[in-house]
């Protein structure tokens, strides 16, 4: 089995930090919005209660907004300027473009039966989108986050009915991001068959070569043409750290399917 | 470094026939036209330095003079409203608001206001329709006196909890309507396009990649002839008929 590097360490730590704000933000979220019910009690007499729970949900989201200021000077600094409009346009980029397009109606076809499977590059136009979602989800919780934070500050700037306004945008914004990561991405990253009973490219950065050529073709060939191939290739990662993985990723899905089905169970007896 | 081309040649070079682009310095010329920009643009935040962007909103009664201006009158409607309707609407001027209702004292708030009951002050912090509204007589909202008279609303209840609530503070809806229902529309019609513009794009989400997934898990799980063998189904289906 050769091994192909994917993602570098610092990408890794990203989704590593992302991964475990985004499930504490999601506990101490629906903790708040459920106070009104047993579950929510539960969930919020976990980081001691109503209170202690605002705190964390504060805390943490302002944390995860300095992650993204940092992953923000991780992109000027990886960006090469020197050709700027052709390299952040290139394939190895994760901006849109046009092939992705026909790509993803292939694809489809491809779903159908209809088609052949499309020469997909590094990215696919899923994983491109996976990442804007996740760009403009921390763009809107975290600005409405910041505000909604001391209303009596912020409402010296902008009549009080905003924060009404904000407040849904908050939670409707969560609602979907949860609703997507815990249904969509935990399925496509655990269950689909190709990568049963984890997808361990995050974790451990690499990827077997034959499923590359079976999934990215045109990313495999480029490589190889270019001849940095060969220098892609990385080593196994030890049985310790592949049992962690395995305990980390299981853990977070847990997590998200007792609240996902937590929350859809409870949701009768919600008060807004 | 090459010449440069297109708009920052145009935009620079021309002013003074010159060609500036091998050199970055050529910016910051004195009397270039970046450099004009860039002076103009310190000056800008200087200004700021000095002016500051204050927060108006919540300022605005202590430089109107707000409670000066209107004693206590009830001014004459433009348009009448129907007798039914002015022997309830009227009461929101009356120094007791409930005057006269019979069996007032055996009733609690929520039997005659059903729907002020839900709200997050009462339901997340266990506050009563009391602490923020008074004891008896509760006034009107809009009785010169009362203490949840718009003017001094914030002043006198908000800022029971909140320190230093403005009047814009004030302006939060605490029983805020359910924004799903059409009749948002009229009462919080910001409020309803907003719930209904996120609902839209979640609903989107959703119904494009839960069928997404179900499609991608069935491709990979079922044998690769599968989808060619529904395809003949349908095809034979087609024929018998």
Same mark, same amino acid.
Request: charge should be positive; proline fraction near 8%; hydrophobic fraction near 45%.
């Given at each position: 089995m050769t091994l192909i590097k994917r993602f570098t360490l610092a990408q890794r730590l990203f989704h590593l930090v992302?991964?475990?704000c985004f499930v504490t933000q999601a506990v101490t979220g629906l903790a708040r919005m459920y106070i009104t019910t047993d579950w929510g009690k539960f969930l919020a007499s976990l980081f001691g209660g109503y209170y202690g729970t605002l705190n964390i949900h504060w805390w943490v989201g302002l944390f995860m907004l300095a992650a993204f200021?940092?992953?923000? #000077?991780?992109? $000027?600094?990886?960006?090469?300027?020197? !050709?700027?409009?052709?390299? +952040? @346009?290139?394939?190895?980029? +994760?901006?849109?473009?046009?092939?992705? #397009?026909?790509? #993803?109606?292939q694809h489809i076809g491809w779903l159908l039966g209809l088609s052949k499977y499309p020469r997909i590059d590094r990215w696919t136009y899923l994983e491109k989108f996976d990442y804007w979602a996740v760009f403009w989800g921390i763009c809107i919780l975290g600005s409405t986050g910041v505000i909604l934070y001391n209303p009596v500050f912020s409402s010296q700037y902008m009549p009080g009915w905003i924060l009404n306004v904000l407040l849904w945008v908050h939670r409707i914004e969560a609602l979907l991001a949860m609703g997507h990561v815990f249904i969509i991405h935990f399925f496509i990253a655990h269950l689909r068959r190709n990568n049963f009973p984890m997808d361990m *490219?995050? $974790?451990?950065?690499? %990827?077997?070569? *034959?499923?590359? !050529?079976?999934? !990215?073709?045109?990313? %495999? *060939?480029?490589?190889?043409?270019?001849? %940095?191939?060969?220098?892609? +290739? *990385?080593?196994? %990662?030890?049985?310790?750290? !592949?049992?962690? $993985? @395995? +305990?980390?990723g299981y853990a977070v899905m847990a997590i998200g399917v007792f609240l996902l089905i937590g929350g859809l169970v409870n949701s009768t007896a919600l008060v807004w | 470094m090459t010449k440069l081309s297109g708009r920052f040649q145009s935009l620079i070079g021309h002013h003074f026939d010159v060609d500036v682009s091998h050199n970055l310095r050529g910016y910051f010329y004195a009397g270039s036209a970046f450099r004009r920009y860039l002076e103009w643009l310190l000056f800008g935040l200087f200004l700021l330095f000095?002016?500051?962007v204050r927060p108006v909103l919540g300022q605005k009664e202590v430089i109107t003079r707000h409670y000066e201006d209107e004693g206590p009158v009830i001014r004459k409607r433009l348009i009448t409203l129907s007798p039914t309707a002015y022997k309830i609407r009227h009461r929101i001027t009356m120094a007791d608001s409930h005057l006269g209702l019979r069996f007032y004292q055996y009733r609690s708030c929520i039997d005659c206001h059903p729907r002020q009951a839900r709200n997050l002050h009462k339901m997340r912090a266990g506050i009563s329709c009391r /602490?923020?509204?008074?004891? &008896?007589?509760?006034?009107?909202?809009?009785?010169?006196?009362s203490p949840m008279n718009p003017k001094r609303r914030h002043a006198y209840i908000c800022a029971k909890c909140h320190k230093g609530a403005s009047s814009s503070?004030?302006?939060?809806? =605490?029983? &805020?309507?359910?924004?799903?229902?059409?009749?948002?529309?009229?009462?919080f019609p910001v409020l309803f396009y907003v719930f209904w513009l996120m609902a839209a794009i979640a609903a989107g989400t959703f119904a494009t990649f839960l069928?997404?997934? =179900?499609?991608?898990?069935?491709?990979?799980?079922?044998?690769?002839?599968? /989808?060619?063998?529904?395809?003949e189904l349908l095809v034979r289906w087609i024929k018998s008929r």
């Open positions: 992302l991964m475990l200021c940092v992953h923000i #000077a991780y992109l $000027f600094r990886r960006v090469d300027w020197k !050709r700027l409009p052709g390299s +952040i @346009y290139g394939p190895d980029s +994760i901006l849109p473009r046009p092939e992705d #397009a026909s790509q #993803a109606v *490219a995050m $974790f451990d950065g690499s %990827v077997d070569l *034959a499923k590359l !050529r079976l999934e !990215r073709p045109a990313w %495999v *060939a480029r490589m190889k043409q270019s001849g %940095v191939l060969k220098r892609q +290739i *990385a080593s196994e %990662v030890t049985m310790e750290k !592949r049992v962690l $993985f @395995y +305990i980390l | 000095i002016f500051p /602490q923020c509204h008074g004891t &008896e007589p509760i006034a009107g909202i809009k009785h010169h006196y503070f004030a302006k939060y809806i =605490v029983h &805020e309507p359910n924004p799903a229902y059409l009749a948002t529309k009229d009462t069928p997404y997934m =179900v499609m991608l898990g069935m491709r990979e799980l079922l044998p690769h002839n599968f /989808q060619w063998s529904i395809k």
